[in-house]
């Protein structure tokens, strides 16, 4: 659900991507470095980023083109013996990805465990959203022309907002709402649209069979839902199935 709008590759040369799958998702990055010091090699941060990288990309596939990795960070990098590096990185108990990530890596020389670090970063998550395109009070019934969409950082709200119009369309405000604001599910509630009190038309129809007679409405109802309606001829209350702002029908 989710479109990446920039994440920074880093080429290195002799470099090759590997997905480990036992466990867990995991990503392992593998090369040859050259940058022997006294017997020792100090890893790149860019290697890890792109371990990192390679790992977002792996969990949330197609959803990782609406993620951003912004304030990467390594912990605990020290140097290791000189020789062929492979990182992996390793997947958190709950195999959730949040907006702060916080994710263990193993560093192999030569396929021997050497360090384990700490990678830190923020995600940033992008999604075509709801926004309002003018300041709406309380109470208002949401129209298609209040409504537009567009691309947002939704980091932090990912699970209320609202993503398609027609969700929202003909739901009513329970707060007032500024213009640009993205639209959540929270604030919006149904809006019953016929009222206690309101006189409608009471339709019973069966087969070749049509039968109107007036009505009073004794509930707030919603269009589909059933709701106790007094028959005015008869004085008798029934239960009926709100069809509009006029109609409801006793189902037969």
Not at 34 to 41: F, I, V
Not at 103 to 123: D, F, M, P, S, Y
Request: net charge positive; with cysteine; hydrophobic share 45%.
């Amino acid at each position: 659900m989710l479109k990446l709008r920039h994440i920074h590759i880093f080429l290195i040369s002799a470099l090759i991507v590997l997905f480990d799958l036992q466990g867990g998702i995991a990503n392992a990055l593998q090369t040859n470095t050259n940058n022997d010091t006294q017997g020792e090699q100090t890893i790149a941060p860019a290697l890890f980023r792109q371990a990192l990288d390679g790992f977002v990309s792996q969990y949330l596939g197609t959803d990782a083109a609406n993620v951003v990795i912004t304030k990467f960070k390594v912990l605990r990098d020290v140097p290791v013996p000189p020789g062929t590096v492979q990182i992996r990185v390793i997947p958190n108990k709950n195999n959730k990805l949040a907006e702060y990530l916080r994710l263990k890596a193993e560093v192999r020389v030569n396929g021997i465990l050497q360090n384990k670090v700490t990678l830190c970063a923020w995600l940033d998550f992008f999604e075509t959203v709801v926004c309002v395109s003018r300041n709406l009070k309380r109470g208002r019934v949401i129209q298609q022309e209040d409504l537009y969409l567009e691309r947002r950082n939704i980091s932090g709200m990912a699970d209320d907002v609202v993503l398609d119009i027609n969700q929202a369309t003909g739901l009513m405000l329970k707060h007032n709402i500024k213009a640009y604001d993205i639209l959540k599910h929270w604030v919006l509630k149904r809006n019953p649209i016929v009222k206690r009190g309101d006189m409608v038309t009471i339709l019973v129809q069966s087969g070749g069979m049509r039968i109107t007679v007036p009505g009073k409405v004794l509930d707030d109802g919603f269009k589909g839902e059933g709701i106790s309606v007094l028959n005015t001829m008869s004085n008798k209350k029934i239960f009926a199935r709100v069809i509009d702002t006029s109609t409801v029908q006793v189902d037969i």
